[in-house]
């Protein structure tokens, strides 16, 4: 299986800041890695396709970057309702693997 | 606008079988070129893909699940189900379904989960 690692795993920050995630794979995997944002109580939210792809309708303060084995995930400027927590997850192959999380607190 | 709704037992007693069925509305299983998901998620943990299917019945599962999983479509109804065997209080969790969009560009397969349902919490306890 291929291993997600996420980094932090929690951080606080205030609006307006930028903020920047990232998630490592144990093996190469391209650029087959998506982002998602989950708030609590609700099912996850694409944001990031194919490492950098905005999905439709996300504004574009979040950003993807990398390829191989290192990929961020960038909020430019943070606004209150990106308060939630955001999961990387590799679709190079099966079984598909998500990392562990990163709790962002504002 | 495609949507997914989950639905089953919340509860499911130790050593029995979890089922659970997705009903997909604004869009036709058979008639989409997509697999179909399930992804489960402990309380407070994270995601853990549980397995997909295509419309023709094609299936691939979670090694670390497969002996106890079995995912089938019924296109009739429009719905794809889950069912997990001989369940234990590890397999508490909220069950998502999700559809699992593909694409390939030059000859690199891209996927993710978009859709996803709003999720339903399986409790397993006696």
């Known amino acids: 299986d291929i291993q997600m690692t996420q980094s932090p795993s929690s951080l606080s920050a205030s609006v307006g800041d930028r903020v ?36 439709s309708g996300v504004p574009s303060r979040f950003s993807g970057s990398g390829s191989g084995t290192d990929f961020t995930l960038t909020i430019s400027t943070l606004h209150p309702e990106d308060s939630a927590s955001y999961y990387c997850h590799q679709s190079y192959s099966t079984p598909y693997t998500f990392g562990q999380g ?3 607190e504002i | 606008q ?39 998620q402990p309380p407070g943990k994270g995601l853990e893909w549980i397995g ?21 479509v019924d296109t009739s109804k429009n719905q794809f189900s889950l069912k997990m065997s001989s369940v234990t209080a590890a397999d508490t969790a909220v069950y998502y379904c999700a559809r699992d969009f593909a694409t390939t560009v030059t000859t690199l397969r891209y996927k993710w989960f978009d859709p996803w349902g709003q999720g339903t919490l399986v409790t397993v306890s006696s």
């Open chain 2, 52 to 72: 997909n299917i295509f419309y023709s019945g094609s299936t691939h599962y979670n090694p670390s699940l497969k002996s106890r999983v079995t995912i089938s």
């Open chain 1, 102 to 104: 990163t709790k962002l």
């Open chain 1, 20 to 55: 920047t995630i990232t998630c490592r794979a144990s093996q190469s995997i391209s650029r087959t890695l998506n982002w998602y944002q989950q708030k609590p109580g609700k099912a996850p939210k694409l944001l990031i396709y194919a490492a950098s792809s905005l999905q």
């Open chain 2, 2 to 40: 495609l949507q997914l709704q989950e639905s089953g037992p919340g509860l499911v007693k130790p050593s029995e079988t979890l089922s659970l069925t997705c009903t997909v509305s604004g869009a036709s299983i058979s008639s989409s070129s997509y697999y179909w998901g399930w992804i489960r």
